[in-house]
């Protein structure tokens, strides 16, 4: 059975929470973008912090088969973002986060439950 964009969407989810990122938010846009199916938003602490989650989220995907279309503020750091076509990944620091506030520009959408492992060590990792 293939991959799809829900298994994304939880793997993208699970190495952000791996890698320290905070107030991750998936939203269905199925319906009112033309864009893209889901959009994933996250925090990091300071630019590095996110340059390095986003950098963690392409090597992940990698290792499973799948390559983004684009990236973003992977050198930078203060937004990155990652698309998978059918999932696009905004990681933001704290004050941007705020300032773009992708959330509302949105609202119409609906919050998806992902499914992150708080027990399991970080993909990649052997425990």
């Given at each position: 059975?293939?991959r799809?964009?829900?298994?994304?969407?939880?793997?993208?989810a699970?190495?952000?929470?791996?890698?320290?990122?905070?107030?991750?938010?998936?939203?269905?846009?199925?319906?009112?973008?033309?864009?893209?199916?889901?959009?994933?938003?996250?925090?990091?602490?300071?630019?590095?912090?996110?340059?390095?989650?986003?950098?963690?989220?392409?090597?992940?995907?990698?290792?499973?088969?799948?390559?983004?279309?684009?990236?973003?503020?992977?050198?930078?750091?203060?937004?990155?973002?990652?698309?998978?076509?059918?999932?696009?990944?905004?990681?933001?620091?704290?004050?941007?986060?705020e300032?773009?506030?992708?959330e509302?520009?949105?609202?119409?959408?609906?919050?998806?439950?992902?499914?992150?492992?708080?027990?399991?060590?970080?993909?990649?990792?052997?425990?």
């Amino acid at each position: 059975m293939g991959r799809n964009s829900l298994d994304t969407l939880n793997d993208i989810a699970q190495v952000i929470y791996d890698k320290k990122g905070s107030n991750i938010l998936a939203l269905d846009v199925r319906g009112i973008s033309s864009i893209t199916d889901y959009i994933l938003i996250a925090e990091g602490n300071v630019d590095r912090h996110v340059s390095s989650i986003g950098k963690s989220i392409v090597e992940e995907l990698k290792q499973k088969g799948e390559t983004p279309v684009h990236t973003e503020g992977l050198q930078s750091g203060d937004w990155a973002v990652i698309d998978y076509c059918e999932v696009m990944v905004h990681i933001f620091m704290p004050g941007l986060r705020e300032k773009y506030s992708l959330e509302r520009l949105w609202g119409d959408s609906k919050i998806v439950d992902l499914n992150i492992s708080i027990t399991n060590p970080a993909m990649g990792e052997k425990g």
